[in-house]
């Protein structure tokens, strides 16, 4: 079935361990995305890829890192995981590359709470 | 700085038809999207408008007034499986994806 996953569902990570969320896609598009979303606020963007090689830096990226070796996959990595990252994680794609009306499509989550 | 109000709640009766409104506020204006989102579920598409009017798709409609930085999901007939948040997000000049904070809509029998 065509679409996005992630993995792990959720975890619960002790602070200061490193952790990375995975992200797979099978519908060839170019750009991909990570956000984080908290009870009361927006979605908010992490970090994003525009095509494969290429990632950017979004509005909250301190604290995380991302890599984009080839088109399908793009992990995100806490490097050492704090309290305040405790939030839950979408993956999101679009055909790209960004043009008005590129429509995102997003994984199922990944609930990370950080203890 | 770039903004999107819309209103946090919002409750209405089955069958009945409820309009949920949203305001931006972004530097530069690419298209407004509407998601729709179940709890514990991720965000799915519902509309994109970028020109100014109103898009129908069945029951679900969307309407865009750019001089008014506003836009409105209209949904008619509404039905138990429409309880759900319905998130905002207009793009920037970058292509950014701005999103509010999302409206939950409770749907009472």
């Known amino acids: 079935i065509a679409g996005i996953t992630q993995a792990p569902t959720s975890q619960i990570l002790a602070a200061g361990r490193r952790m990375t969320l995975r992200c797979t896609q099978d519908m060839r598009h170019n750009a991909m995305y990570w956000y984080r979303q908290d009870l009361g606020l927006g979605l908010r963007l992490i970090h994003y890829s525009n095509t494969a090689g290429t990632t950017g830096k979004g509005e909250v990226p301190d604290g995380y890192s991302v890599s984009r070796a080839n088109t399908d996959d793009f992990p995100l990595t806490l490097a050492s995981a704090v309290p305040s990252q405790t939030s839950v994680y979408f993956c999101?794609?679009?055909?790209?590359?960004?043009?008005?009306?590129?429509?995102?499509?997003f994984g199922p989550g990944t609930r990370l709470t950080v203890l | 700085g770039q903004n999107i109000d819309q209103p946090t709640e919002m409750t209405a009766t089955e069958g009945a038809i409820v309009q949920i409104n949203c305001t931006y506020q972004?530097?530069?204006?690419?298209?407004l999207f509407w998601y729709q989102q179940h709890a514990g579920e991720a965000p799915t598409f519902l509309s994109y408008?970028?020109l100014d009017g109103l898009e129908e798709k069945g029951r679900f409609s969307s309407f865009l007034s750019r001089s008014k930085g506003y836009s409105y999901l209209l949904l008619k007939e509404l039905q138990m499986k429409d309880s759900a948040s319905y998130l905002c997000?207009?793009?920037?000049?970058?292509?950014?994806?701005?999103w509010g904070a999302g409206t939950k809509l409770i749907i009472k029998p």
């Open positions: 997000a207009a793009t920037d000049s970058n292509y950014q994806l701005i």
């Open positions: 999101a794609s679009s055909p790209g590359p960004q043009v008005g009306g590129d429509t995102q499509y």
């Open positions: 408008n970028v």
């Open positions: 972004t530097s530069g204006f690419n298209g």
